[in-house]
């Protein structure tokens, strides 16, 4: 008679990898439904989240233009794009706590105390970023545009020409106000320290013209408003690594 197997480190391996993926599927589809449920209540109101949407740049159109729709199936679906996308930003707490709650037992506590901010902070600046876009640049860069639309051509946007570019804008400006988070992730892992980024200051403010010059629109007062936040949140992220890091780490040459 065979001598019954008994378990080894192997199959403790093998067991502890399918319960990690049992619940990290259990947290996909938590954030999978929150995603869904807020789709749902915002489904009705697709229409109107469009509307306001357009507004910088229905608001600035020249007397008689509006957006237009060049495929049939544009003036249903894409409401319902912008619907998704709104949602899946409204969600995002949702998100990065399940993807939180995942990760985290796996952290030591030095780790977690440095995360958990960090997690805050980029959820917020990322709104912030969208936010700062849709108020304040946006509204300049359409002001722009129609100024320098040549005589005899008649500005008529497609509906899901705009939605793209004012996500990707969104999206763009989001990333970049993240840079006190990656000042600070940068600092922590080594790769630069205080001095460092005191010294490098000019070279941030070359680079924040540089990257605002490229994903703004073409005229300076949107390129500026980029620019000079993205200085400022520099400024933060050393003020955030003198807080939040040892003083001894963040002095560790790179």
């Known amino acids: 008679m065979a001598a019954p197997e008994l378990d080894g480190p192997e199959d403790d391996l093998e067991?502890?990898?399918f319960s990690h993926l049992i619940e990290l599927r259990s947290r996909l589809m938590r954030a999978i439904v929150t995603v869904l449920l807020v789709l749902g209540v915002l489904l009705p109101f697709a229409n109107r989240?469009?509307?306001?949407l357009a507004a910088p740049l229905v608001a600035r159109l020249p007397q008689g233009a509006h957006l237009i729709a060049t495929e049939v199936a544009s003036p249903f679906v894409t409401p319902l794009k912008l619907a998704f996308y709104v949602a899946l930003l409204i969600s995002m707490p949702m998100i990065v706590y399940q993807l939180w709650a995942f990760v985290s037992p796996g952290l030591y506590r030095n780790e977690k105390r440095l995360a958990r901010p960090l997690l805050v902070a980029a959820l917020f600046l990322f709104y912030l970023g969208c936010a700062f876009a849709y108020f304040l640049v946006l509204p300049a860069a359409f002001r722009f545009l129609t100024a320098v639309t040549p005589e005899g051509v008649e500005m008529m946007t497609d509906i899901t020409h705009y939605l793209d570019f004012v996500m990707l804008m969104f999206f763009a400006f989001g990333l970049c106000f993240e840079v006190p988070v990656a000042?600070?992730?940068?600092?922590?892992?080594?790769v630069v320290n205080l001095e460092q980024l005191r010294n490098g200051r000019r070279y941030a403010i070359v680079g924040a013209f540089a990257i605002a010059a490229f994903i703004t629109p073409p005229d300076i007062t949107s390129m500026i408003m980029l620019a000079i936040p993205m200085c400022l949140l520099y400024e933060l992220g050393m003020l955030a690594v003198r807080w939040l890091l040892h003083p001894a780490k963040t002095e560790k040459t790179a």
């Open 15 to 17: 067991q502890g990898l």
């Open 49 to 52: 989240l469009y509307a306001e």
């Open 183 to 190: 000042v600070v992730i940068l600092a922590a892992i080594g």
